[in-house]
């Protein structure tokens, strides 16, 4: 059996990573509450923007716009938006999943990495990573999504890429968040429920300059969306985790605490039958 | 006023929701030129150009600068979305007025083409943010 100073040190020392844990969870829950606000706020002008582009798409099936057709390149941008920190459970590495897991071929496509986390394990594998805004992971506005957005699209219009992916995390609630892979371009109006309700819309300018002035709008306030949503999915992930582990000490310090007392009931006996054989040999 | 004169008004922003309510008239520029709406206006979505933002409410105009987005216009509703809009009071009058002589500056060096574009954006952005404090 261990020593009784042994178990009091192992003990002390969970203690103290429960206190880290604990405080870890109690600033994640901060700053979820900050996150789902945020969210909230940005979530009107998401749906009316993709009311008004879905309105464009039921009008623009001839249109030749290079953002609503199929294109000729095979490679594939990818979004992955993950975390600068680890100790989020499971929160990075259900995303990377998406693109490892999924079917695509590593050849063909190019990482535009935020967050550090998902970057270090795609070039691990051999990945290629073209641009890295890893900076923007924690704290963005949206001028930043626009930034970030328009060098995408310079490789979409130069005919870099041809499709463009956004994986990410979804936040359904605070004990649920699901890893979710969206294809941001083309819009092919196939792909989307056109509900024509018969209201006659007009563009100014013409269709086809409105779609491509639009287009870009959707897609930066896409990302932008996705940013909010996969930091408040990161803050969320690691209070469950932090949550986890607080609780898990708790149960190594409870185990610790009967092994101590039984240690220390076990010298107390040793101690005493050392005495009284001590005492008997002397009478 | 009369109130069947009256529509809907509102202004998004990617942050907040920046105005809603009842108004007779909004001034607006577009990149087909300036337009004012009444109730009533045909459907039309239109895109927004730099430039000053009028409400006329029944009681009072208000100001702001609207720099950048797309408006969808109904009958008896529009809405905005715009990716940049300010009132007055939060326009920074001295980087506004810096910001215009930048680019006046860099549009007299002449670089080169992509440069100038630039420049003329930013330009057009820093008149229309002084304009909308006058």
């Given at each position: 059996m261990a020593s009784m100073r042994d178990i009091k040190r192992r003990k002390a020392g969970v203690q103290s990573t429960q206190q880290i844990t604990k405080a870890m969870k109690l600033v994640s829950t901060v700053k979820l509450q900050r996150a789902k606000v945020r969210a909230l706020q940005s979530k009107t002008y998401f749906s009316c923007m993709y009311d008004t582009v879905v309105s464009l798409l039921a009008k623009a099936?001839?249109?030749?716009v290079p953002y609503t057709q199929k294109q000729e390149s095979p490679r594939k941008a990818i979004i992955l938006l993950t975390s600068n920190?680890?100790?989020?459970?499971g929160y990075n590495s259900n995303v990377v999943k998406l693109i490892t897991q999924g079917d695509f071929k590593k050849e063909e496509l190019d990482i535009y990495a935020i967050g550090r986390k998902g970057r270090e394990v795609m070039e691990r594998r051999g990945?290629?990573?073209?641009?890295?805004?890893?900076?923007?992971?924690d704290e963005f506005e949206y001028a930043d999504a626009i930034k970030v957005c328009n060098q995408i699209l310079k490789a979409y219009d130069d005919k870099e890429v041809g499709e463009i992916y956004l994986a990410y995390t979804n936040f359904k609630n605070t004990v649920s968040q699901t890893p979710t892979l969206l294809k941001?371009?083309?819009?092919?109006?196939?792909e989307h429920e056109i509900e024509n309700d018969g209201l006659l819309m007009n563009f100014e300018p013409q269709d086809e300059e409105a779609l491509k002035m639009i287009i870009p709008k959707y897609m930066t306030s896409l990302l932008h969306g996705a940013l909010i949503e996969a930091l408040a999915s990161e803050n969320g992930a690691r209070m469950q985790a932090m949550d986890n582990a607080t609780n898990n000490a708790q149960e190594m310090i409870d185990s610790l605490t009967l092994l101590y007392n039984r240690a220390r009931q076990g010298s107390i006996t040793q101690e005493l039958t050392e005495i009284i054989a001590g005492a008997e040999a002397i009478s | 006023m009369d109130d069947s004169k009256l529509f809907e008004l509102r202004i998004i922003t990617p942050e907040r929701v920046f105005y809603e309510g009842q108004v007779s008239m909004v001034e607006f520029n577009t990149t087909e030129g300036e337009i004012g709406i009444y109730k009533g206006h045909i459907p039309t979505t239109v895109i927004i150009d730099p430039g000053v933002l009028t409400i006329t409410e029944p009681e009072q105009l208000k100001n702001a600068a609207l720099l950048s987005g797309f408006a969808q216009i109904l009958p008896d509703e529009v809405t905005i979305l715009a990716e940049i809009v300010e009132w007055p009071f939060e326009i920074d009058e001295e980087r506004a007025e810096r910001a215009k002589e930048r680019a006046e500056e860099r549009l007299a060096q002449k670089g080169d083409n992509l440069d100038v574009a630039r420049a003329n954006i930013a330009l057009k952005k820093a008149i229309c943010r002084l304009e909308a404090l006058k």
């Amino acid at each position: 059996m261990a020593s009784m100073r042994d178990i009091k040190r192992r003990k002390a020392g969970v203690q103290s990573t429960q206190q880290i844990t604990k405080a870890m969870k109690l600033v994640s829950t901060v700053k979820l509450q900050r996150a789902k606000v945020r969210a909230l706020q940005s979530k009107t002008y998401f749906s009316c923007m993709y009311d008004t582009v879905v309105s464009l798409l039921a009008k623009a099936g001839n249109l030749d716009v290079p953002y609503t057709q199929k294109q000729e390149s095979p490679r594939k941008a990818i979004i992955l938006l993950t975390s600068n920190r680890g100790l989020a459970g499971g929160y990075n590495s259900n995303v990377v999943k998406l693109i490892t897991q999924g079917d695509f071929k590593k050849e063909e496509l190019d990482i535009y990495a935020i967050g550090r986390k998902g970057r270090e394990v795609m070039e691990r594998r051999g990945y290629t990573i073209k641009a890295d805004f890893s900076e923007l992971a924690d704290e963005f506005e949206y001028a930043d999504a626009i930034k970030v957005c328009n060098q995408i699209l310079k490789a979409y219009d130069d005919k870099e890429v041809g499709e463009i992916y956004l994986a990410y995390t979804n936040f359904k609630n605070t004990v649920s968040q699901t890893p979710t892979l969206l294809k941001l371009l083309p819009v092919l109006p196939e792909e989307h429920e056109i509900e024509n309700d018969g209201l006659l819309m007009n563009f100014e300018p013409q269709d086809e300059e409105a779609l491509k002035m639009i287009i870009p709008k959707y897609m930066t306030s896409l990302l932008h969306g996705a940013l909010i949503e996969a930091l408040a999915s990161e803050n969320g992930a690691r209070m469950q985790a932090m949550d986890n582990a607080t609780n898990n000490a708790q149960e190594m310090i409870d185990s610790l605490t009967l092994l101590y007392n039984r240690a220390r009931q076990g010298s107390i006996t040793q101690e005493l039958t050392e005495i009284i054989a001590g005492a008997e040999a002397i009478s | 006023m009369d109130d069947s004169k009256l529509f809907e008004l509102r202004i998004i922003t990617p942050e907040r929701v920046f105005y809603e309510g009842q108004v007779s008239m909004v001034e607006f520029n577009t990149t087909e030129g300036e337009i004012g709406i009444y109730k009533g206006h045909i459907p039309t979505t239109v895109i927004i150009d730099p430039g000053v933002l009028t409400i006329t409410e029944p009681e009072q105009l208000k100001n702001a600068a609207l720099l950048s987005g797309f408006a969808q216009i109904l009958p008896d509703e529009v809405t905005i979305l715009a990716e940049i809009v300010e009132w007055p009071f939060e326009i920074d009058e001295e980087r506004a007025e810096r910001a215009k002589e930048r680019a006046e500056e860099r549009l007299a060096q002449k670089g080169d083409n992509l440069d100038v574009a630039r420049a003329n954006i930013a330009l057009k952005k820093a008149i229309c943010r002084l304009e909308a404090l006058k």
